[in-house]
């Protein structure tokens, strides 16, 4: 069952500041209080907003990018310059939120950096973003672009995501206002050509409209239990001018337009084998126009300042995506033997057979888990008979030819 949020502050009901749900209104004790106090003369209206505004969501300690990086760089195997990105872009973004003062007596603006991540699908850059709203202690909305649509259409409005980001932020308005939205896919979204349609496009073109409000920053109204606006709903007011906006997607072909703009044969016989290193190194020399002629909209573009591209994922390091993560499967896997008193190893061999079975599937680190529970769902049924032994995990055990070694 969600909170009861107040209307007038965006308190949420907690035993301290009990929200009173009326007919179409809710109000907190906080409020109740503020406005005896106003009727009765004893509080002027100016210091209102401080009475009842609830609790500010505490600072957060800025991390310097070599700190942000070295977090990632426990859950995030390679990719160090996407990693290097994302710590700049979130350093900067925090710092401009908490040390504003600094700039009172100056006329500059800071403008926030939200970022864009492209790459293969199971690269990272979700993990990426979840791993530094998690060390930050900020919330963390995620959303699929494909998913979205414009206001009035079938599917989720696209103001939907920050509901999504205050739900995470239990009902606290002043913490979901400086949290972090994921997009994922929003290459999904780009319009099919440069000219734009005279039809209706509402789950492309007219998404990466609706979106441009949002990451920009304004003031949106949405409904607290998310789902589709309606007139007479209670709405919540949420400024997005401090939300850090990641977008993440594949892109797939946008090596292609580079290549061609390059001026190389994108077609045709007797090409070079494309290895891993050449699309990468492609990838890595995108530019605004390239995204405008995959179909993203330039205003969209401008708005994404800071863009990073992912590697492809090689055998190597899937194994050790596998091994070395604080959150690594096999870390995972030991701990729970461990728990029935069961020694659990793995062979070289086994852990590369792994990787090569992950990258012959094409989904990236994200399909690793899906494979190791097929290949341990056996013995996990039968774990506790190994009770005080070690269970040894071979190739043969990963390509099913064989049990595991029990010794």
Known sequence: MSKIICDFCGATDSRDNPVIAGDNACICKAC??????????????????????????????????????????????????????????????????????????????????????????????????????????????????????????????????????????????????????????????????????????????????????????????????????????????????????????????????????????????????KTKNDHDKVLSKVEADDLVKYGLIPELIGRLHMVATLNEITEDDMVHILTEPKNALIKQYIKLFEMDDVKLEFEKDALKELARLAIVRKTGARGLRSIIEDIMLDIMFDLPKYKNKTVTITKEVVLKTKEPKVA
Not at 150 to 167: F, H, I, K, M
Not at 193 to 202: G, K
């Open 32 to 273: 109740v209080t503020a406005a005896n106090e106003i009727m009765n003369g004893n509080l002027p209206i100016e210091e209102v907003e401080n009475k009842i505004t609830p609790t500010e969501a505490k600072e957060i300690k800025i991390k310097t990018p070599a700190e942000l990086k070295k977090i990632l760089d426990e859950y995030v195997i390679g990719q160090d310059r996407a990693k290097k990105v994302l710590s700049v872009a979130v350093y900067n973004h925090y710092k401009r939120i908490f040390r504003h003062n600094e700039l009172l007596n100056d006329d500059t603006e800071l403008n926030k950096s939200n970022v864009l991540l492209i790459g293969p699908t199971g690269s990272g850059k979700t993990l990426l973003a979840q791993t530094i709203s998690k060390y930050l202690d900020v919330p963390l909305a995620i959303a699929d672009a494909t998913s979205l649509t414009e206001a009035g259409y079938v599917g989720d409005d696209v103001e939907n995501v920050v509901t999504r980001l205050v739900q995470a932020a239990d009902g606290d308005i002043k913490k979901a206002e400086r949290g972090i939205i994921f997009i994922d896919e929003v290459d999904k979204v780009a319009r099919m050509s440069e000219n734009r349609s005279i039809t209706r496009d509402v789950s492309g073109e007219g998404v990466q409209q609706a979106l441009l409000k949002i990451v920009e920053g304004a003031v949106v109204n949405v409904p607290p239990k998310g789902g589709r606006k309606h007139p007479g709903q209670d709405a919540l007011q949420v400024d997005t001018t401090n939300i850090l906006f990641i977008c993440g997607g594949a892109f797939d072909g946008l090596e292609d337009i580079i290549k061609k703009k390059q001026g190389a044969n994108v077609l045709g016989f007797n090409q070079d084998k």
